[in-house]
Structures are given as C-alpha cells and as structure tokens.
C-alpha cells in the first residue's frame, strides 16, 4: 500500500517516492555484529527507552540468524500473570527445538509453580540438539514478581548450549550482577542504540527518501538519532512537498518529537488508514473482523497486513497473520491523537469490542474493554460469570488486576465482586478472607437481579463447599452439599468449571469420610474434567479416586493411584499438590505390604508435592504414613513424633478424620511397645470405647499390664464382629492380640490358631503392617512350620519384623523397563550410567562433555520419573527395574 499522498514530484527538494513505498528494515551492521559476539556468552541485555529500535533489530537479526534456533517469545502488554509467560516460553522453546511430537502438554494451572516451570524449560533448552537462543521482548511488561524471580533463576542456569536476549525499556530485578562479574553478560544499552548519521543517510535511501546532506544532518541532529523519530521522520516525508522546510520544523523532547511526527505521518496517509488506526488503537490485539466491527469496513485484514509490510509500526503476532499489534509508542501516541480529535467515540468503540471479544472467548479482554467503557455493572457481572475459568486458566492475577480496575467503593455492597473476592482469597489460603466476602455475597444478594439470583446462589454455595474444604469442615460440606441451594450434579447447568469443582470438592470429603457416594462423585468430576477440557481438575479427580480406592483390595488401589500420577506426569505436573493424594495412598499401601524401601520413595515425592498449601487432610496423612514405616522399622520415636503430629493437626480440624480412631490405636500400640504405659493409659482417657481400635488399644495396654484374661475381654466384641471397625486389617490385629494373650496363657492351641486366622485374613492383601503394629513376631516364630498357603506370607513378614523390606514378588515385567526406557530420555540414560559410581556431579559433567546444569537438569527429571528422592535410591530403583548400565561401576 502507499503511505503517500499527492504532491509533485518535480518540485524543488522534493523527496523522490516514485510510487508506493515502504520503509525497509535497515541491517545495522554494527549491532548485528554485536549481538553475534554477545551470544558467546550466556545472557545479552538490551535496556533502552521506547522507540529506540530494540525490536527491529532484534527483527534483523532474526532475519540473518542462519542456522541459529531461536525462541522468541514477546511479553503482551500489563502481563500480570507468571503462568501465562511462562507457558509461552516453553511452548516457544519447544517448538522452536524442532518437532513437538508425545512432549508432555504444557496446560495452565491455578496456581504457577516456579521451579518445577524453570526445570521445564532448562530440560528442553539442555535437549537442543545444537545451540539454542531464548529471545524475550518487552520484558519491562512483565509485571509478576514470581515470573522475574524465576526467570533470574533461569538465567542463572542456562543450559551450556543456550543463550538468552532480553529486549527492555528499563532494567529490571533480574539479578544479573553476578553474570556480569563473571564476563557473562552483555549489554546493548540506548547509546548504542541511536543511529549514527551515516545509518541516519542509509534508512533514508533505504526508503527512497533524497535529502540533502545539510538537511539529513539536521535531521539526525534534531532526532538524536532515536530511531522511532527517524522513522516517523521518514515515513511523513516520503512524498511531502518541501523535505527541507519539515526538517527545520520540528524540535524538542522525544515525546513531542514523536507527537509531531505522528500528525504529520496521519496527515499524509490516505483516509482508510487513519481511519483504522485511530478506530483501533485502543485495542492491545488487532484483528481483522475485530477492525471491521470498528471501522465499518470489509478490507481491515488486508490493510493491516499491508501496514505491516510498509513497516509502519505494525506487527504480526500469530503465524498466520491474522492478530497484529501495534508497537507501543505508536499505539500510545494514536490513542493520545483520539482523545484529541474524537473524544465522544471511544465508549461506543470499547462497547463493540468487548461485545466481539466477549464472543470469541477473550474474556478477559472483553471485560478490560467494558470497564473502559464505563459500563461497571456490566463488567462486574462478566467477571463473576467467568473468574473461575480465568483462575482455571492460570489468569488468577488477571482477575485481580481486573478488581482492581474498578472504582473505589464498588465492591462494597456488589454481591458480585464480593464473590470474585471470595475465590481469590480462597486461591491464596487467606480462609477467614474468603469467609467475609462470601457473607457480604449472601447478604447483598437481593440486590442483583432476578434472572441472575440462582446463579449467584451456586457460585455462592459452590466456593462454601471449597472453603469448608479447605477448613477441614467435613460437616460443613456436607452441610453445603445437600442443602436445598446446593450445588449437587443435577443442579448446576451454569458453569462447567463451577460444577466439576464441586463434584471434586464433594467427592474428597465423601473419600475422608468413607461414604459410599465418593468415588461415584470422583469419576463424574474426572469425566467432567475430560469433556470441558480441563486436564488439571481431571488429575485432581484422578489422585483423589487413588485416595478413596483404599476400600477395595490393594491392587486396585495401587492401580488407581498409578493411573492418576502417570496422567500428572504427562502434563508435568508429577510433584504437584494436586497428585498428593495419589502419591501418600500409594505409599500407604506399600506400608502396608512392608515394601518399605519403595514406600519411602513416594512418601519423599509426597513431601515435596506438599510443600505448598495443599489442605490439612493431605497433610494428615503424610504424618500418619510417615507413622507407619517407622512403627514396622522399630523406630519408635520417630513414629511416635509422626503420629503425635497427625493427632494436633486432627484436634485443630472441625471433625474426625476416617483414620481418626485408628491413629489412636496405632499411637497406643507404639507407646505400649516403647515402655510408654502411663502415656498410652491417657491417650485412651475419655475415649468411646465402643469402636474397635480404641478395644485393641485397651488390649495392648492390657497386655504390656501380664493382664492376657482381661486383654481378651477386651477384644471379645472386636472378635466376634460386634463391635464397629473401620475394616478387615483391625479384626487381624484383634486376632493376633488374641493370638499373644492365648500364649501367655499357656494356650498354644488357640494361639496357633489365631494368628492363623489372623495370617489367612491378611493374605489377600499381603498385609504385613498389623503384624508390626502388634508386636507379634514371637507369635509367627512360634508356629510350627507347615506347609500351607500362608507359609510363604509369614516368611515375608518375619523379614520385615527382622530389619528387611520386602521386595518385588518378581522381577520386572519387559513392558514395565521398556516403558521407563522410554521415559528417560538419551541424555538422561547417558546421565544414569555413572550414577552408581563414586563420580561427582561436575565429574560426570566432564566425563559427557556437558555443562554441570544439564547434568544436575537430567538427574532431578530422573529423580522425578523413579519416584525417587536421592542418587542412591535412583540407582536402586534403577537396577530393580533393570535398566542397562544401572549396575555398573568403576
């Protein structure tokens, strides 16, 4: 297109434009040169103020890159969000690595895990197969503090085959002090930046513009040789009728430089393009239906795509052209330029576009645009109505710059916003917070209309529901949840998010308490998650089906929670709190069957999945497992100091857990075997005696007492199934209780034939835990050896007893090395190789020829894909599966 108007070309000094013209961009040599230098070290800088060419020079030097990979990643204006950066770096990383292929999806979560996203990224930098650059432009938009931490962390340990280029208008806290100290950082700063006044001559003939050399002079010496003036310069001279008086015309500051270059540049442009950019310019995303909505036209895609290849300021974002942004300077100086001339449009011109926004699904654009317009109440009731998909989508800082945007005093008495509220404080643990806000939602909730009271009542209930959950209210859930305004499945139609995160709420606490609705509740909430696109509810669902699996045999068990942690880790969400649930009952049940060695494992991967918030019932069972492998290894305080932990947090909990009475019993029956008797005896004070772990409590004490007569009365009611137990394992520990009182008494008959039962009872699950928790190892050594089915159960067992843990029943299957053949990848089997050597880390770095930060990289995704915590475990884990080169040595 021209960016011209009509003038005459023959006139004196004119500036010849013989027909359309564009400004090229201009191939800078010096400072091509000088970014091909900095990417021999790690990281180059270049800080500058707007306009000074940071992007076009980052544009050329992508155009001359040659073999180079680069990842090029622009920060959208405001960027308030680490996830939704993040996620655009490594997606970019991967992609520009070359074919994605079965990489782990890269979906948004509610909350942004740093380290695990920087360990992301470091591991598809570090498996480049070459040299690899991180671009990042605007990075002065980035306005997360936990985005530039991570970031900072990045670049301190960038992979030895990549380099990163940051393009800002201001430094930031990045921490770069010490890479400048060690020679690593460059720096291209604004000096470096201005065009000389021969690059000042080149652009000029590069866009066909003829000045004379006095006139080119005044103008680089009038702009300073800032680049965005220069270029505004030559855009509004390409056909004016008197270059040399234009020159002569202009002074000042930057901005007012810029401001007048902006006039003049409108002014010479046909009609249709000041039209559309001015019509524009309030959007930080342009597109062409989205310019034909507000300008009236039909051709906006082809005028932007030609603004584009004029160079004028305008720039495709999306591969295939369609979504443009202007650069900034020019987009602030164009809506500078419409609150001048058309004041009066520019609600009209916000209403149209968060009207086509809000249906092409940018809602968060969408409601920016409506609280421009002023339109508040329409604003607040389109972000309650989509604040929890926002969050969903990793936007949760989003949402609350969007609270933020509105008027001092709005929230007070709007029903709405309060709710909004509400969901963010519960998002960042701040409960009593949530709790206010909700309240103010339910006692201004006449006052939204009445086509829109029943939803305010769901979300309402629904974030109730989240609260008490996160609160430990298992009564109050409950309550929630089946009250007449509740959100049950059949009552939501309004918001899939909404509906899913009730079912997974409902269904966890339904899973605490054993009710028979939780897994029903659970696989709705899965598949839910699966139909609406929602990966990281699935997995939440998925982790808590492993949890409420616990009531069926262990193998269904250990099948579920498998399923759940291997769906997390294809999203790369396998240390995340939200598979907690999966990982603790997987250890459980590998407690239970004394497979100690590897129970111990999962329970590390617990620990660091719960390092953040992840609610007390989580964290309740992390100190309860954590009691059990200690009580089935002797160590009697450390599983006392566990249990003691499980029984404070339960006590600050609103009500019992499922496991509540057996933790009590298990407390017991480790004091009793430490020589605790008198704190055993007030342990049990003021308990109900009804259920039957505080009657084997009772028992144990009783016997630790030489009272067996009494310890079997006690037991009498368990025995005979009378009284309420939480399952099967209870009635074994009862039978070898009773099998120890009948040996005491001289009864060897009835005490060989309880623990037979004892030991029949516990064979379909392979149960070797009770048998710790009883202390009965005398009992099993006293059987006489017989050949029967449960002979080979209490071999295992005495092993246990004895110091050992129990191993694999057989050796791994192919398909299961194969598979986690396949999960590491080349560089990280290479990495495995010398881990069971006595080699350092640095070391082993020398012996690949790679840098230390890939080798540690490899071996913390290597850590995560065994389950493991330590090179000692990952080699074990390693040769039980069998993998090639885990056995050798040097």
Request: proline share 5%; with cysteine; hydrophobic share 45%.
């Amino acid at each position: 297109m021209s960016l011209t108007t009509e003038g005459n070309p023959g006139a004196p000094g004119h500036a010849e434009c013989a027909g359309p013209r564009s400004l090229q961009l201009l191939h800078r040599n010096r400072l091509i040169a000088a970014l091909d230098r900095a990417a021999t070290v790690k990281v180059t800088l270049i800080s500058a103020p707007a306009g000074s060419g940071k992007t076009s020079l980052l544009r050329t030097w992508a155009t001359v890159a040659g073999q180079r990979r680069l990842a090029t990643v622009g920060v959208r204006r405001d960027e308030q969000d680490a996830q939704h950066f993040w996620l655009s770096v490594l997606n970019t990383v991967r992609h520009a690595s070359g074919p994605v292929g079965d990489a782990v999806v890269a979906s948004p979560t509610p909350q942004f895990n740093g380290p695990a996203m920087v360990d992301a990224v470091q591991a598809e930098l570090a498996g480049n197969p070459g040299e690899i650059t991180l671009v990042v432009d605007d990075l002065q938009e980035l306005r997360s503090p936990e985005a530039l931490a991570a970031l900072a962390c990045l670049l301190a340990t960038l992979p030895a085959n990549a380099h990163a280029v940051l393009a800002t208008r201001r430094d930031l806290p990045l921490r770069l002090h010490q890479l400048r100290l060690a020679g690593d950082l460059a720096e291209i700063r604004a000096a470096d930046l201005r065009f000389t006044e021969a690059e000042t001559r080149e652009l000029l003939a590069a866009s066909g513009i003829r000045l004379s050399g006095a006139a080119a002079a005044r103008l680089h010496q009038r702009t300073e040789g800032w680049a965005a003036g220069l270029r505004l310069a030559a855009l509004s001279l390409a056909g004016h009728p008197d270059p040399e008086r234009f020159v002569e015309e202009f002074s000042g500051t930057h901005r007012a430089v810029a401001e007048y270059l902006l006039a003049e540049m409108l002014d010479h442009q046909p009609a249709e393009v000041r039209h559309l950019l001015l019509r524009t310019c309030l959007l930080d995303g342009v597109h062409g239906e989205l310019a034909d909505v507000l300008t009236g036209r039909h051709d906006s895609a082809r005028l932007l795509l030609e603004l584009e290849d004029a160079n004028a300021f305008v720039v495709s974002v999306d591969p295939g052209r369609t979504w443009f942004r202007y650069h900034q300077l020019f987009t602030d100086l164009l809506r500078l330029e419409l609150r001048r001339t058309l004041p009066a449009e520019a609600p009209a011109l916000h209403r149209a576009a968060a009207e086509w926004l809000a249906r092409q699904g940018h809602v968060a654009e969408a409601i920016r645009h409506t609280q421009a317009a002023g339109d508040w109440s329409d604003a607040a009731r389109l972000l309650a109505d989509h604040s929890i998909s926002l969050t969903m989508d990793g936007l949760g800082e989003t949402v609350e710059a969007l609270l933020r945007a509105f008027p001092r005093g709005a929230h007070a008495e709007n029903p709405e916003l309060a709710l909004v509220r509400a969901g963010r404080s519960l998002a960042h643990g701040r409960l009593d917070e949530a709790h206010t806000h909700l309240t103010l939602a339910e006692a201004h909730a006449g006052t939204t209309p009445p086509d829109r009271r029943y939803g305010l009542r769901v979300a309402t209930r629904s974030l109730r529901l989240a609260l008490a959950v996160r609160r430990g209210d298992l009564a109050g859930v409950l309550a929630h949840a089946t009250s007449d305004a509740s959100p049950t499945p059949g009552d939501i139609a309004l918001d899939n998010d909404l509906r899913a995160l009730a079912l997974l709420n409902l269904g966890t606490v339904e899973a605490s308490l054993a009710l028979p609705d939780a897994e029903r509740h659970l696989r709705e909430a899965t598949a839910l998650a699966h139909e609406i696109g929602r990966p990281y509810l699935a997995a939440a669902a998925l982790a808590r089906l492993g949890f409420a699996a616990r009531i069926h045999p262990f193998a269904v068990t250990r099948q579920r929670c498998r399923e759940a942690i291997e769906f997390a880790e294809r999203h790369g969400w396998g240390a995340e709190p939200i598979v907690a649930p999966a990982l603790v009952t997987l250890a459980s049940t590998l407690v239970w069957t004394g497979e100690l060695d590897e129970a111990e494992r999962w329970l590390l991967r617990t620990a660091r999945a719960v390092e953040t918030d992840t609610g007390p019932d989580v964290r309740l069972l992390v100190h309860i497992v954590s009691g059990m492998l200690h009580c089935c290894r002797g160590r009697h305080g450390d599983a006392l100091r566990e249990l003691t932990s499980a029984t404070r947090l339960q006590a600050h909990l609103p009500d019992p857990h499922a496991v509540a009475n057996q933790v009590t019993d298990w407390t017991v029956a480790t004091q009793v075997r430490a020589g605790l008797l008198d704190e055993a005896h007030a342990t049990l004070a003021g308990l109900d005696d009804e259920r039957a772990e505080i009657r084997n409590a009772q028992a144990a004490i009783l016997l630790a007492e030489h009272d067996p007569g009494a310890a079997l009365a006690a037991l009498r009611d368990v025995l005979d199934g009378t009284a309420p137990a939480i399952g099967y394992v209870t009635v074994v520990e009862a039978q070898l209780l009773a099998g120890r009182a009948h040996r005491r008494l001289g009864d060897r008959r009835a005490a060989t034939a309880a623990a037979e039962r004892a030991l029949t009872l516990a064979g379909a699950d392979r149960l070797v835990l009770p048998f710790a928790m009883t202390g009965a190892t005398e009992l099993l050594e006293s059987l006489p050896r017989r050949d029967t089915e449960y002979e080979p159960l209490r071999t295992e067992i005495l092993d246990v007893l004895r110091g050992s843990s129990v191993l694999s029943v057989k050796p791994p299957s192919d398909q299961l090395v194969s598979g986690y053949l396949e999960k590491l990848s080349p560089g990280e089997l290479r990495v495995m190789r010398y881990l069971p050597t006595n080699l350092s880390r640095p070391e082993i770095a020398t012996e690949l020829s790679i840098s230390l930060n890939t080798v540690s990289t490899h071996i913390r995704s290597i850590y995560a894909k065994l389950g493991v915590g330590d090179r000692s475990s990952a080699v074990r884990r390693a040769q039980e599966l069998q993998i090639p080169g885990a056995g050798r040595t040097r």
